[in-house]
């Protein structure tokens, strides 16, 4: 009784899943950091840098992720993203569903279809608990998908292609975001155990090329993307973050304790499964320490493939025991994450509600290339923002960036307005000295009106600029001294 109704918990949470992943397909899904990506990976396209040096007064945005993040979203807009974005939402889509495929892939090398199937409810119902960044353009996703092709690719047959693929899966990581580089720990592991340590040397330096093959293109800075990483770490540990981010550890960890509890009682010893357990507990607590200002949950979602391998194994070697014994432990947490994921599951289903695309954003392209003719003997346009945050016609920038236009100033830019990083001041000049022509505010909204800006950034607009003419979608901004000089 107790297998068909986990079989049923997971079939529920794997089915929720799947249905507020496609219709996600539909959503507009875009907040400061996901326009960010999109437009730092239309200025790659174009020649400009992808990362600038923190402290340098000419910098205008950065935004600290690996670049293969900003190379994937430059594919989606290649593949014609920048005029559908439904084909941006296709590669979040596509690495959410190759997730439950791997997942379930993975998970069939140990246990039964049906056990496999009831074992899905826990990383599901992890990344069920924030939908949005699961759903959103950003790299969390991929690493946890990449994460799981990395442990599936240690446990094939051949060695040589064993080696290769985790390596390259390792450099993919890294290559997203350096704070998951602990999700190759389980990998690795697999490697050393069955091939030895010539394979693991070899996989480490697979992923070594793979990890910095990006930084061999002009625009792609290695020092500027370390000062970036060494400042943020600079910041510290911010303690409301570092408190969520442990009980989301003790969530995942407790399917572990509450296995290991169960196998001993029945005879079955740790040792043989003891590394696992004690890389996964320390992938935890770095994960922890990279709970800086911004991170949450999410970033230790790299561990969750390693954690449900290792509920595979336990259920695995209890395989001796009677059917009944056997199958207790892995069933309950199936339906207690079904439990946690009937909870989640509204919620997320909200989010994909509210997110669904505007009616008003087709308009707006329009509205945007109309400009482009209109102002086409300007040097420069560029989209601003309003007095409304999360504004879609201002996140709509990535547009103009990628058909050649300048990149100047970016809401993320404005959150490092601290003492370790003041606000750029190249962008305070560019707007003190007139240096772009035009500039698209959402219409009727006070221009740069965000918490994110400085005040100063808002004055120079306000003494430099007048609106030369509105199509009720944009205002477009002229400089008032004429032609920028």
């Not at 993975?106 to 939908?131: E, G, K, Y």
């Not at 693991?200 to 990890?211: R, S, Y």
């Not at 339906?335 to 994921?341: F, P, R």
């Not at 959150?415 to 240096?435: I, S, Y």
């Amino acid at each position: 009784m107790l297998r068909r109704v986990a079989l049923a918990s997971g079939l529920f949470v794997l089915f929720a899943y799947l249905v507020i992943t496609l219709c996600s397909l539909r959503c507009f899904m875009m907040q400061l950091d996901e326009a960010n990506i999109l437009s730092i990976s239309a200025a790659t396209f174009r020649g400009l840098p992808m990362y600038q040096l923190p402290t340098s007064p000419g910098s205008n945005y950065s935004l600290v992720y690996g670049p293969f993040t900003f190379l994937i979203y430059l594919a989606a807009l290649l593949m014609g993203g920048v005029s559908h974005f439904w084909i941006v939402r296709g590669f979040a889509v596509a690495a959410n569903l190759g997730l439950c495929a791997v997942l379930y892939r993975l998970l069939r090398r140990f246990v039964s279809a049906s056990t496999a199937i009831s074992l899905l409810a826990l990383p599901l119902s992890a990344l069920l608990q924030h939908a949005e960044l699961a759903l959103s353009a950003r790299s969390d996703i991929w690493v946890t998908l990449f994460a799981a092709l990395a442990i599936l690719s240690s446990y094939l047959d051949g060695e040589v292609l064993a080696v290769i693929l985790v390596g390259i899966m390792g450099g993919l990581i890294v290559d997203l975001k350096i704070s998951a580089a602990p999700a190759l720990f389980y990998p690795l592991l697999i490697l050393n155990r069955r091939f030895g340590l010539r394979a693991l040397a070899t996989a480490l330096l697979v992923m070594a090329a793979g990890a910095l093959a990006p930084f061999t293109l002009q625009n792609i800075s290695l020092h500027n993307y370390v000062a970036w990483i060494l400042f943020t770490r600079s910041e510290g540990i911010a303690a409301a973050n570092a408190w969520i981010n442990l009980f989301f550890a003790l969530f995942l960890i407790a399917p572990c304790v509450m296995m290991e509890i169960f196998a001993r009682r029945f005879g079955l010893a740790l040792r043989p499964r003891l590394p696992e357990l004690v890389l996964i507990v320390l992938c935890l607590f770095l994960a922890l320490l990279t709970s800086k200002g911004g991170s949450g949950p999410h970033y230790l979602w790299h561990i969750v493939p390693s954690i449900v391998v290792y509920l595979a194994l336990v259920s695995r070697d209890m395989k001796n025991l009677t059917a009944g014994e056997q199958i207790a432990p892995v069933y309950l947490i199936a339906v207690a994450c079904a439990l946690l994921a009937c909870v989640n599951v509204p919620r997320a289903w909200q989010q994909v509600k509210i997110s669904l695309m505007p009616p008003g954003v087709p308009k707006a392209e329009q509205s945007i290339q109309r400009y482009l003719c209109i102002y086409r003997n300007r040097s420069s346009i560029q989209i601003g923002y309003g007095s409304v945050a999360g504004d879609y016609r201002s996140e709509l920038r990535y547009i103009l960036v990628y058909r050649g236009q300048p990149y100047t100033v970016e809401g993320n830019t404005g959150r490092f307005d601290t003492q370790l990083l003041p606000f750029p001041a190249n962008v305070l000049h560019r707007m003190e000295g007139c240096k772009d022509d035009v500039w698209l505010v959402p219409h009727a909204q006070a221009p740069f009106d965000l918490w994110v800006l400085p005040d100063s950034l808002r004055s120079a607009f306000l003494a430099n600029y007048n609106i030369d003419r509105s199509d009720g979608i944009y205002d477009a901004w002229v400089c008032n001294r004429g032609r920028s000089h």
